[in-house]
């Protein structure tokens, strides 16, 4: 094996090969590529003569440079000719991932006049004298704008708008796959946060939602809220929301695996950013006993200098023994583990410290906290953000149905009543006929995801009614924390 990593389609290769007609020439490239330590996926013959063989090898690797090994051994090969070489990932995303589409076919004069001039102005006039009706007649009823400066892009940091715009066309996809919601990029060349509020307020007219995404925190927090006060549409930053709904979600059913309670455990989470504490906010809501905030400079504990606004708060409400040592020190006798935050913080060993039955939630990518395969040793349930290891707790099963339900319901807000509706109804698509360590949360395929979260968000929008067991601290103290409230 070249790497200690795994194979993944994130970076599946392409590559084209002339090899020489015999018997065993197909079996070689495989078995070549296999002792490389990649998966073959495909193997399609191309062309062939009398003397050759033309084919497409296509293979799963573990990264770029792995990529390259593989290929340089097949090149090392006897009677092999790689040709061509491509990278699967980056032909998907040529010319880019997602495109407009009229809903209107406009075969005839008739069927123009209706949709532009002079039909039109009929709409825009009822509008104008009833902006409500923008809802009903324009594409605000249906549309998402997903909004980000570039500063802080998956596990990339601060790359700025352009590089960040990959990810926010997928974003928008996942929308249209997964909720049937048109969403689309706006990427913002400023990282100020009077800049970015003042370009939001001044397109919000034409959506029914915003969400915001891969903005750096603290900035993040206030950004968040300031909109939330000034727009009449729901705005949601789904590095936070999205992750602490799909991990009270997995948390809930784990505990109904290993048979604990909310209020009896014990949590620790890595990584006090934009999803660390909207995650710990929305477990204090739900009733979790006690939890530790772990960042850079440590634990969060009372009495430890530099803290900004959120993080104060957090040392504050947490950490009832005020503990302030190293990570490995928190985990010993906890109940669970989660950590949105870096590689390779613990090891197995750590784990194994925890108490009885643990609950592991290890969601760095692509590398998490914690080797997987190494956590499953000692701990009863183990989850990832990764789509190549079992519970992979991902935010699509979140935010299509949160904003599917917000539009259909025509909702103003976002609340955190909502987050705990989603949280419950992603978690009871599971079925506790179905629980095991290995099935804690539904696969983002699962076509009951969407309108489930989506009926449980119509639900409290109509309704107004939260979940049970919703308030873990009184109304007065989580009114008082930082701008990352729901």
């Known amino acids: ?160 708008p352009a590089a960040a715009m990959p990810v926010m066309e997928g974003k928008a996809a996942l929308f249209k796959r997964f909720g049937g919601v048109d969403a689309w990029p706006v990427v913002l060349d400023t990282q100020d946060t009077d800049e970015i509020v003042a370009i939001v307020k001044a397109i919000a007219p034409a959506y029914g939602g915003i969400n915001l995404e891969d903005i750096a925190a603290p900035r993040c927090f206030e950004i968040e809220a300031r909109l939330r006060e000034l727009l009449d549409i729901p705005v949601f930053h789904d590095d936070q929301h999205g992750t602490a709904i799909c991990v009270l979600a997995a948390l809930t059913n784990a505990m109904r695996v290993v048979g604990k309670r909310m209020e009896d455990v014990k949590v620790v989470v890595s990584g006090a950013g934009a999803a660390g504490t909207a995650i710990m906010k929305l477990l204090m809501r739900q009733g979790v006993g006690d939890i530790i905030a772990y960042d850079r400079r440590g634990a969060l504990h009372r009495g430890m200098p530099g803290l900004n606004e959120s993080m104060q708060w957090l040392a504050d409400h947490t950490n009832r023994e005020n503990y302030s040592g190293d990570l490995p020190g928190a985990i010993a006798g906890a109940d669970v583990f989660i950590g949105v935050s870096a590689p390779n913080l613990l090891t197995g060993d750590d784990i194994a410290r925890m108490a009885d039955r643990a609950i592991v ?83 983002v395929f699962d076509p009951r995801v969407t309108p489930a979260v989506a009926a449980a968000i119509r639900a409290v929008v109509r309704g107004g009614h939260a979940p049970a067991n919703s308030a873990a601290l009184p109304e007065s103290e989580l009114d008082k924390a930082p701008e990352t409230t729901f």
Do not use: W
């Open 361 to 443: 939630f290890a969601m760095a990518n692509p590398d998490p906290e914690v080797d997987p395969r190494e956590a499953r040793k000692h701990a009863a349930i183990v989850a990832t953000g990764r789509s190549d290891q079992p519970n992979q707790i991902n935010n699509v099963l979140a935010f299509p149905g949160v904003f599917r339900g917000l539009l259909d319901a025509g909702a103003e807000e976002f609340t955190e009543e909502m987050a705990l509706a989603a949280a419950r109804a992603i978690a009871d698509v599971v079925g506790e006929d179905k629980l095991n360590p290995t099935v804690i949360i539904p696969s």
């Open 1 to 160: 094996m070249v790497t200690t990593r795994l194979p993944s389609a994130g970076f599946s290769i392409t590559i084209r090969i002339a090899v020489t007609a015999d018997a065993s020439s197909i079996g070689r490239l495989t078995t070549c590529v296999g002792e490389a330590g990649a998966i073959v996926t495909a193997l399609d013959v191309v062309d062939s003569d009398p003397t050759h063989v033309l084919v497409d090898l296509t293979c799963d690797t573990a990264d770029a440079a792995h990529a390259d090994q593989v290929v340089k051994q097949l090149e090392e090969q006897d009677g092999v000719d790689v040709r061509k070489v491509s990278d699967r990932t980056f032909l998907l995303h040529l010319g880019g991932k997602i495109e407009v589409s009229s809903k209107v076919a406009l075969r005839n004069r008739d069927e123009l006049s209706r949709a532009y001039t002079p039909g039109v102005a009929r709409v825009c006039m009822a509008i104008a004298e009833n902006p409500a009706d923008a809802r009903r007649l324009t594409i605000k009823r249906n549309t998402v704008a997903v909004v980000s400066d570039g500063s802080a892009v998956l596990g990339l940091g601060n790359i700025g």
